[in-house]
C-alpha cells in the first residue's frame, strides 16, 4: 500500500521473482517461508529475543549504533532494535486479522450472491465494485478514522479495502460451477440449498480463497503500516514500525538514519516474505484465477 | 453502438456508481462510536446546548433524510462545514486542490517517461540486462513504503547533501502571489525567477519519490504488451521491409502496446489526484492527503466527509474520461 497499488502487491512482486527464477517456484517459496517462520518467531518470542524493553527509555536519545544498542536508539532514548522486533508482533497480528475478517465478508456474500443471482447479485456486486474502485488507502483511513485505534479496529479498516477481492473471486467461480452436473444432481436428490452451497460449492472453492489469503497478507501489512505511519494504528508506545517511521522527519533532520533504516527494511523483508511464500501457494494450488492485473 | 451512445451510457452508469459510493461513506461516517456533537463540544457541555447543536446539524432527523439532505447538498456544492475553521470544506478543498494537481502531474511524467522508456528496452532486449534490471527496479518499487522511501530521500539529499529542502511547497522567506494555485505556472506568470527555482527544487523530491513508486507499474506493462506485440506479424512485416528499427519500435509497436496501458495510467491519475496521502504527509505538502489527515487529527467529521466524497468524485469522473478516450482510440470498446 502505497497510495497507489495496495492490492496484489504479492502478485506483481510473485510474477517478477518467477521471471527471475525461470521456473524455480520451490527455491521463492523455501526463502519466503523462511523469512516468515523468522518473523513469526520473532513475534511470538519477542520478550526472549528483545535485548531491552521497547517501551522504555534505556539511554540517552538518538545513539548511534553500537555494540550496546546494535540498531541505536530512537528519540526518546529507546532500543531500535527492541522495538523492530516487538514491532513483528503489531503487524503480523493485525494483518493476519485484516485478511481473515477480509475473507468472513467476501466469502459468505460471495456465495449467496453467486448461488442465488438475479436481483440480489447485481445489487452486491454493484455495491462491492463501488468500494473496489475507491482508493483503497483513501478509505481505510476514513473507517480507521472513525474506529479510532486499537488492533481489532485497524483490521477491520483494511478488511473493507479487501472484502471485494474475496467476494470478486467467489461470486465468480460460484456462479460457473452451480450449474455443474454433481450440484445438479445433489439438487434432484433433494439437497437443500444451505447444503448444497456448503458441501458441495464450498470445498471447490476453498483452493482460490486460500491463494487470496496469502497474497492479501502483504497488502495488508502496507495498509498497516501506511495508517500506523499516519498515526491512525495502535496507541502509542506500543511498538509498531509505521509508527516508529511516523517519527521520521526527526530522525532525518537529526541524520539519525538508524532510526528510519532498520523499521523500513523490516517491512519490506515481510513483504517480500509473504510474496515469494504467497507466489508458491499459488503454484501449488494452481487455481483458476490466474488473470489478476 | 455510436460514440454519443457510448458516453451517454458510460455517464448514466456512473449515476449508481456515484450513490451507492455516497451511502457507503456517509453511512460509515455515521457509526462512530460516540456522538458527533459531543465530540464536537467536549463531553461537559450542557443538554440544552448538545440539543440545539444536533438540532443545527439535523442530527435529529432519521437516516435516510439526513442523506437526502446531504446528497442535494452536494448537487448545489455544500459540501458541509468544518467544525474546527467554521469555513466551507468546498473552499478549504480548492484551496488545497491545486498543490496536489501540481505534486501528481509531475509524478506523473517522471512515471510515464521511465515507464514507457524503460519498457520499451527491457522488451527490446528480453532477458537480457535492461530487462532484468528493470525486474529487480520493479520489485524493490513494489516492496518499498513510499513514506519510508520518501525520508530515506530526505536524508540523503535533503540533509547530508543539502541539495533539496525536505519539506513544503516553497521556502516562507519567498514573497509571492499566486494565481491559479499552482506555483510552477504562476510564478513563470508573474516573472518571478527566484520563486520559480524555488517552487521546482520543492518539487522535485516529492515528485520523483512518487513517480518512480508509480513508475514501476507502467513499466511492467509497457514491458509486457511490448514483448507481445513485438512478436505480432505486422513487426516482423515492418523489420523485413527495412524500416530502421527505432523506428519500428518506438512508432510501429509502441502505438499498439500502449492503447489497453492508457486506461491503467488514467487510473492511476485519478488514484494520485485522490490525495497521495503518504506522499503528501511525508513531505509536509499542502494538498487535499494532508487536509484530511490533518482533518482527522481533529476530529472535524465534516470536513473528513467532504474530502472523501471529493475524492469519490475525482475518481469517478476521471474513470469516465479515461472510458471515453479508450472508446474514440479503440473503438472496439464500445460495447
Known sequence: MNEVKNKFISHHIGSLLKEIFGSGTGIITFIGAAILIFFVILAIFAPQIAPYDPTVRVSRSLKPPSDEFIFGTDNLGRDVLSRVIYGARIALTIAFIAVLIAAAIGIPLGLISGYIGGILDRIITLIMDAIYSFPGLILAIAIAAVLGPGILNIAISIAVVYAPTYYRVIRNQVASIKDELYVEAARAIGARNIVILLRYILPNVLPSVVVVLSMNLADAIMTEAGLSFLGLGIAPPTPDWGFDLSNGQRFVLSKAWWGLLYPGLAIITVVLGFSMFSEGVNEYLNPTIKEKR | ?335
Not at chain 2, 487510473?267 to 489526484?273: D, G, S, Y
Open chain 2, 1 to 335: 453502438m455510436s460514440l454519443k451512445n457510448y458516453i451517454l451510457t458510460r455517464i448514466l452508469l456512473a449515476v449508481p456508481m456515484i450513490i451507492i459510493l455516497l451511502a457507503f461513506i456517509f453511512l460509515i461516517l455515521r457509526i462512530i462510536p460516540g456522538d458527533p456533537v459531543l465530540a464536537m463540544l467536549g463531553g461537559k457541555a450542557p443538554k440544552e446546548v448538545i440539543e440545539q447543536k444536533r438540532h443545527e446539524l439535523g442530527l435529529d432527523k432519521p437516516l435516510p433524510i439526513q442523506f437526502f439532505d446531504y446528497f442535494f447538498g452536494l448537487f448545489k456544492g455544500d459540501f458541509g462545514k468544518s467544525t474546527l475553521t467554521g469555513r466551507p470544506v468546498l473552499d478549504e478543498l480548492k484551496e488545497r486542490f491545486p498543490a496536489t494537481v501540481e505534486l501528481t502531474l509531475f509524478a506523473f511524467v517522471i512515471a510515464v517517461l521511465i515507464g514507457i522508456f524503460g519498457g520499451t528496452e527491457a522488451a527490446k532486449r528480453k532477458d537480457k540486462l535492461p530487462d532484468v534490471l528493470a525486474r529487480f527496479f520493479a520489485i524493490f518499487m513494489y516492496a518499498i513504503p513510499i513514506f519510508w522511501f520518501g525520508l530515506m530521500l530526505q536524508l540523503l539529499f535533503g540533509v547530508m547533501l543539502r541539495w533539496l529542502p525536505v519539506a513544503g511547497r516553497i521556502s516562507p522567506a519567498i514573497q509571492f502571489e499566486p494565481i491559479t494555485g499552482l506555483y510552477i505556472i504562476d510564478s513563470l506568470l508573474r516573472g518571478n525567477w527566484k520563486a520559480f527555482v524555488d517552487v521546482v527544487k520543492h518539487l522535485i523530491m516529492p515528485g520523483t519519490a512518487l513517480g518512480l513508486v508509480i513508475s514501476s507499474i507502467f513499466l511492467r506493462m509497457v514491458r509486457n504488451n511490448m514483448v507481445l506485440v513485438l512478436s505480432k506479424d505486422f513487426v516482423k512485416a515492418a523489420i523485413a521491409r527495412g524500416i530502421e528499427n527505432k523506428s519500428v519500435l518506438y512508432r510501429h509497436a509502441l502505438k499498439n502496446a500502449l492503447v489497453p496501458i492508457m486506461t491503467v495510467m488514467g487510473m492511476q491519475l485519478a488514484l494520485l489526484l485522490a490525495g497521495a496521502v503518504l506522499t503528501e504527509t511525508t513531505f509536509s505538502w499542502p494538498g487535499l492527503g494532508s487536509y484530511l489527515v490533518l482533518k482527522i487529527r481533529y476530529r472535524d467529521f465534516p470536513a473528513i466527509q467532504g474530502a472523501v466524497v471529493f475524492f469519490a468524485i475525482i475518481v469517478v469522473v476521471i474513470s469516465i474520461f479515461v472510458d471515453i478516450i479508450n472508446a474514440i482510440v479503440d473503438p472496439r470498446v464500445r460495447y
